[in-house]
């Protein structure tokens, strides 16, 4: 970057922090408003609990794993030729440490082997008077858990480096806004539009800057991000009461209700929707915002540096759209091959309260993300244009005689190149 880019970009983000820092203020203070406070007194008492009261889940090593039938078991159906198994746990943890204790197994569980030496955790139900009941509860996954997450952690860094390493502190203040600030706010009764949006914008500050700097390109895709959140907020609230969304499509939502009483569920659909729309749209404002600054070093004329920067920003909607449609397809796979076996009318499936609600999720997010990346090019350009000095440097490059050759943006590249041709600068021939 020449000392005369410099200079543009610095006098633009001077502009930009006038706007900023409003924005950053308002957001602190929305936080100290909405911080959640005594959420315990907003959920019922025996909701930490299972449906015993008394109910532990401790550990344990299977030592025996023998085949049985399935026919006359819980969930078994007439003629059920499948198989089942019956294991041998000796506890690691609870009141009968050492123990041996006895479980089955569903023919789903142990389909997905079980062996010797596996760690798992069982049910561990208290009768008065009698021998506590053990029951399967799970597999213990800690191990693969850190395995992998170590492996991702050593990875982002090496590869990203010192952004790599920003990114993943990011993301921790990411998880620790929704579980300290979103989660109880929701609890307790808060309004969801302010909740999504509040600490949408605490987590974009952070990770923005932490991951990409200060700089105004980061500020770009902060502001547009934010208006794209914005839309998503206001039609993720029409489309929920439009639609009749109750937020009770399955028996997790009824339990949710039920353990936390001043929790309205439909305020989950509508953060749901904001939150769905975050990290999407952080990608593609970023994207956009570069491709701008990127294109100005070439190109001094706003309509034109506007058109060709949309060039790229709709190549980006285009893959992005069907990154969210696959991704929701990948989250309800099973429920889809459920409806492909009971051979259900489309129709009638799209107009349950489950079908609806992830289609109109997917739309929303997919309507807000099209509607941001014309308004992050525009504040791009915008800030590029107000950042410009006012005696314009020799050459795109700074130094360069201005005689040397430029590709005139509103040119079409030749029916022989590539796209890329267009967007590439002239010493890069």
Request: one cysteine or more; a negative charge; aromatic letters at 8%.
């Amino acid at each position: 970057m020449t000392d005369a880019q410099r200079q543009q970009e610095r006098k633009a983000l001077r502009i930009m922090i006038v706007i900023l820092i409003p924005i950053l203020l308002v957001t602190i203070a929305a936080l100290v408003a909405l911080w959640p406070s005594d959420v315990q007194s907003h959920i019922r008492s025996d909701a930490s609990s299972y449906t015993v009261e008394g109910v532990t889940t401790p550990r344990g090593t299977v030592t025996a794993v023998k085949e049985s039938s399935c026919s006359g078991q819980a969930g078994s159906v007439a003629g059920d030729t499948s198989t089942c198994a019956e294991i041998t746990v000796k506890m690691s943890s609870g009141p009968e440490e050492g123990s041996n204790q006895q479980a089955f197994l569903t023919a789903p569980i142990y389909a997905s082997g079980v062996e010797v030496g596996d760690q798992v955790r069982l049910y561990r139900v208290p009768i008065p008077d009698q021998p506590a009941s053990y029951q399967f509860a799970e597999f213990e996954r800690t191990t693969p858990l850190i395995f992998f997450g170590v492996v991702f952690f050593v990875l982002v860094v090496l590869v990203a480096r010192w952004r790599g390493f920003a990114s993943l502190l990011g993301l921790g203040f990411a998880f620790f806004i929704l579980v300290k600030f979103l989660f109880p706010a929701l609890i307790v009764g808060r309004d969801p539009v302010w909740v999504g949006l509040v600490a949408s914008a605490a987590i974009m500050f952070v990770v923005l800057y932490a991951a990409h700097g200060f700089s105004v390109r980061t500020t770009t895709a902060l502001l547009g991000t934010m208006f794209g959140l914005i839309v998503s907020a206001i039609l993720g609230v029409v489309a929920t009461d439009w639609a009749h969304l109750t937020g009770v499509a399955t028996e997790d939502d009824y339990l949710l209700s039920a353990a936390a009483p001043d929790l309205k569920l439909t305020s989950v659909v509508i953060c749901g929707i904001i939150i769905a729309g975050l990290g999407v749209m952080n990608d593609v404002t970023i994207t956009q915002a570069s491709a701008v600054w990127e294109l100005a070093a070439d190109e001094r004329n706003k309509t034109v540096l506007f058109r060709r920067a949309m060039r790229i920003g709709r190549d980006h909607i285009a893959s992005t759209v069907y990154t969210i449609a696959f991704a929701s397809a990948g989250a309800t796979l099973s429920i889809l091959l459920l409806l492909a076996i009971y051979q259900r009318p489309l129709v009638d499936v799209l107009r349950t309260e489950q079908f609806s609600g992830e289609l109109i999720r997917t739309l929303v997010g997919s309507i807000g993300l099209v509607m941001t990346v014309p308004l992050t090019t525009l504040v791009g350009v915008i800030a590029v244009s107000s950042g410009g000095s006012d005696k314009e440097p020799e050459g795109a490059l700074g130094g360069m005689p201005d005689e040397t050759p430029r590709l005139q943006a509103h040119e079409p590249p030749s029916s022989t190149g590539s796209d890329l041709d267009a967007y590439r600068r002239p010493t890069d021939s």
